[in-house]
């Protein structure tokens, strides 16, 4: 067990929907990451926040976006979804945003299926 | 920009066989590289890390050399065992001025027969 908190495990929607998936960082790390796998991009970084501000930008769709509240937890909020939406979604958490390199912590993905 | 390249998969090998998956990296500046484990319906795993050249990490009888002349971090183990089925993926992150965002490889899937 990672420490890490994604919920939920699995979603299954319909295109042009919206859907949140939410994400719990481990105790005391601040730093929360969302990581896009998919079987033609494979892992690819989307977006990481560091208490509560954006930190870094990856390619993150202008549909999607994120944020993170007050108690570190993250969401990250999927718009007019489309077929190749389609993936896992992997939350991670770091106890830094910068300097010295530290180990991220995965969650166990949640599973969108668009339908 | 920076990426990393794993050898192709799936690797199919027996039980106690010599295990090497191939990560060669690109990269402007001077990464810190990782290997990651995924198990069937689990997120990734930390395996193991090394932070500068010729380091080397090892982990549950796998380890790898940061090798920066040849800008690689192979995995090897030794005797791998059907446990160690998964997809394994190779990654880079920056240190004192980065983020800690992961650029990874495409993964390779391993599997071991009895």
């Known amino acids: 067990d990672s420490g890490v908190t994604q919920t939920p495990k699995h979603l299954i929607t319909a295109t042009g929907q919206r859907v949140t998936l939410r994400c719990s960082p481990r105790?005391?790390?601040?730093?929360v990451y969302w990581y896009q796998q998919s079987l033609d991009q494979g892992l690819q970084f989307l977006i990481q926040?560091?208490?509560?501000?954006?930190?870094a930008k990856g390619n993150i769709l202008e549909r999607f976006s994120a944020q993170q509240f007050p108690d570190l937890h993250s969401e990250l909020n999927l718009s007019s979804l489309e077929l190749g939406d389609s993936a896992l979604y992997f939350c991670?958490?770091?106890?830094?945003?910068?300097?010295?390199?530290?180990?991220?912590?995965f969650g166990q993905g949640t599973r969108l299926t668009v339908v | 920009g920076d990426s990393v390249t794993q050898m192709e998969g799936p690797v199919t090998l027996s039980e106690e066989a010599f295990l090497t998956i191939n990560c060669t990296y690109t990269?402007?500046?001077?990464?810190?590289l990782f290997w990651y484990v995924q198990y069937p319906g689990e997120g990734l795993q930390l395996l193991l890390k090394?932070?500068?050249?010729?380091d080397k990490g090892s982990n549950k009888g796998f380890e790898a050399t940061y090798r920066k002349e040849t800008t690689s971090f192979h995995l090897e183990k030794g005797s791998v065992q059907v446990s160690d089925s998964a997809v394994y993926f190779c990654?880079?992150?920056?240190?004192?001025?980065?983020?800690?965002?992961?650029?990874f490889g495409q993964g390779t899937t391993l599997q071991v027969k009895p």
């Open positions: 991670a958490s770091s106890a830094r945003g910068t300097g010295s390199v530290t180990e991220a912590f």
């Open positions: 926040y560091y208490n509560g501000e954006e930190r």
């Open positions: 990654a880079l992150t920056y240190g004192s001025s980065n983020t800690g965002k992961l650029i």
């Open positions: 105790s005391g790390d601040l730093s």
């Open positions: 990269a402007t500046g001077y990464p810190s």
């Open positions: 090394a932070t500068k050249a010729d």
